[in-house]
């Protein structure tokens, strides 16, 4: 199984400042099948970037993803107060399917 | 509108059964693969089975395999998990979303919470 580890468990930020968060893979991601989710309290995930660097429908172009094999980021330009929550990254190129343990962006 | 919406969580002893239901609307049903997905605050995201559009494709992660089902009724755009022999650590919020191995997750409900409890 891939196991996805996400760096900073936690990010501190200000309102306008640039967000990079990290995701790596104790294997390399097949077809680089990697997505990242933004989650709020008491709500489901929600689908930013897939296939590594596509946008999904609806989402900001402050929202980026770059990165292949292992190493992946999603970067977040010019933050607004309501990009500040939990961040995962999943694994989708691999059976089984797994995810990241989270990265909580918190508000400085 | 585009929408899953899970129902069926409750509280249920260890070794009980429960049934989850995914209600799809707003899309067609059977193009989709469609998983389960649970959350816990210890644990985290879990994935725990998919199953394909035309019930040809299924797998099931190794913690619920012998004790989990999926199945669908593409006529009717429900989804379901029949979760049998329950733990204490079956307890978790419970997704269903749309997409699965090498699809991305790209529609979720808003969950269910399962308790499992003496």
């Known amino acids: 199984e891939i196991v996805l580890t996400q760096f900073p468990a936690t990010l501190s930020l200000s309102p306008g400042e640039r967000a990079t968060l990290s995701c790596g893979a104790s294997?390399?991601?097949?077809?680089?099948?990697l997505a990242w989710f933004q989650q709020k309290p008491g709500l489901a995930p929600r689908l930013l970037i897939y296939d590594a660097y596509t946008r999904a429908t609806g989402i900001p172009d402050r929202f980026s993803g770059s990165g292949s094999g292992t190493d992946f980021t999603l970067t977040i330009t010019r933050l607004e107060p309501e990009d500040f929550a939990v961040y995962f990254c999943q694994q989708y190129g691999d059976s089984p399917i797994t995810f990241g343990q989270g990265t909580r962006l918190e508000i400085k | 509108q585009v929408q899953l919406v899970e129902s069926g969580g409750g509280l249920v002893k260890p070794g009980g059964s429960l049934r989850l239901s995914c209600a799809a609307s707003?899309?067609?049903?059977?193009?989709?693969?469609m998983a389960w997905i649970r959350q816990t605050p210890g644990k985290g995201l879990e994935w725990l089975s998919y199953i394909s559009g035309s019930v040809s494709d299924i797998s099931y992660a190794d913690s619920v395999k012998g004790r989990f089902t999926i199945y669908r009724d593409n006529a009717k755009n429900s989804l379901w998990l029949q979760m049998n022999s329950l733990r204490v650590e079956d307890s978790a919020v419970y997704y269903c979303a749309r997409g699965a191995w090498e699809l991305p997750l790209d529609l979720w409900g808003r969950g269910t919470l399962v308790t499992v409890s003496s």
């Open positions: 294997q390399s991601v097949g077809g680089d099948f």
């Open positions: 707003g899309f067609t049903f059977s193009d989709y693969y």
